[in-house]
């Protein structure tokens, strides 16, 4: 029986990597007994991607796509992805920028072959990366893990091959915030890890600014974890601590340092104070965010067989 495998890629402002793209992953979709489709999510690219997109659709029957009404993310492009996919046997994500390599699908199948749900994909090092990216990167996972009860790998790419069932669990999740690869441990299944090493970007500039990658890095921790319940505790021992430093030097009578230093304690309480407020109002606007359950994407135009 002929299985259907759809490949689902994000895509934003990648107009002149759609074709490439295109070109080198169809060299690796010729598994016997499978049928291959691609399904491309524009998601509000302020360039031709759509365009290029459609060409390809008019030439080759298996591409199709969605387009949405504006920049959702990668996030809710992967989650509309797997929607739209949802009855196909697996699905696999990739990006569209060739810096995950295409060559590592025929072995992803044999893996899904052998019984495993999930084959996803991790950096072997991060060698070639940007330094400073690095050292956040591997700050970022060692905090995640440590806050949370479903650790991620380090380096661990979105670039995977899912089961229909995953797909399915996946997708019954009601996260508002999607932090894909936080769910994708969340829900388990049996996994299989393949390593590459690091592709640099052929065409174009990454869409990922510090400040994206930390809002990203943000949501996730806090999907996921309980690093902000550390905040609370800082101001306590802090507090304390400069309580301590106060009754010091009451005790040898060193008033004007003393002044000082109560100063500084309210300036550092202030501080502190300012930084729980922020977490509290940022937990209480992903409550209603979650409550108002908007949609997660809002799909402008698509393939009309979809």
Excluded at 30 to 46: H, I, M, T, W
Excluded at 175 to 183: A, E, S, T, V, Y
């Amino acid at each position: 029986m002929t299985k259907k495998l759809t490949i689902i890629i994000p895509s934003y402002n990648e107009e002149k990597n759609i074709r490439p793209f295109y070109e080198e992953t169809s060299q690796y979709l010729k598994a016997p007994g499978y049928e291959f489709q691609f399904l491309f999510v524009n998601d509000g690219s302020r360039d031709n991607t759509i365009g290029e997109i459609k060409k390809l659709a008019a030439e080759d029957p298996r591409v199709k796509f969605l387009s949405f009404s504006r920049n959702f993310g990668k996030e809710s492009a992967m989650h509309a992805g797997l929607s739209f996919a949802k009855g196909s046997d697996a699905v696999i994500l990739i990006d569209c920028d060739l810096q995950q390599p295409p060559s590592l699908i025929p072995e992803m199948i044999q893996y899904y072959e052998e019984g495993y749900k999930i084959v996803y994909t991790k950096g072997r090092t991060r060698k070639g990366e940007p330094k400073l990216r690095t050292v956040f990167a591997n700050l970022y996972y060692k905090m995640y893990n440590r806050y949370t009860d479903r650790p991620l790998e380090n380096g661990a790419k979105d670039f995977q091959l899912i089961d229909r069932q995953v797909v399915e669990a996946i997708l019954s999740l009601k996260d508002n915030l999607r932090f894909m690869k936080g769910l994708f441990s969340w829900v388990g299944f049996k996994k299989k890890c393949l390593e590459y090493d690091f592709i640099p970007r052929r065409i174009g500039k990454s869409s990922w600014s510090f400040k994206s990658l930390f809002k990203y890095g943000f949501n996730g921790m806090n999907q996921f974890s309980t690093i902000l319940m550390v905040l609370p505790w800082l101001a306590f021992w802090l507090g304390l601590a400069l309580l301590a430093g106060n009754i010091a030097l009451f005790a040898v009578d060193v008033f004007s340092l003393s002044v000082f230093l109560l100063a500084l304690e309210l300036n550092v309480m202030f501080l502190i104070l300012d930084v729980c407020l922020y977490g509290v109002f940022y937990l209480l606007y992903s409550v209603r965010r979650q409550a108002l359950d908007r949609p997660i994407y809002l799909v402008e135009e698509a393939s009309e067989d979809i």
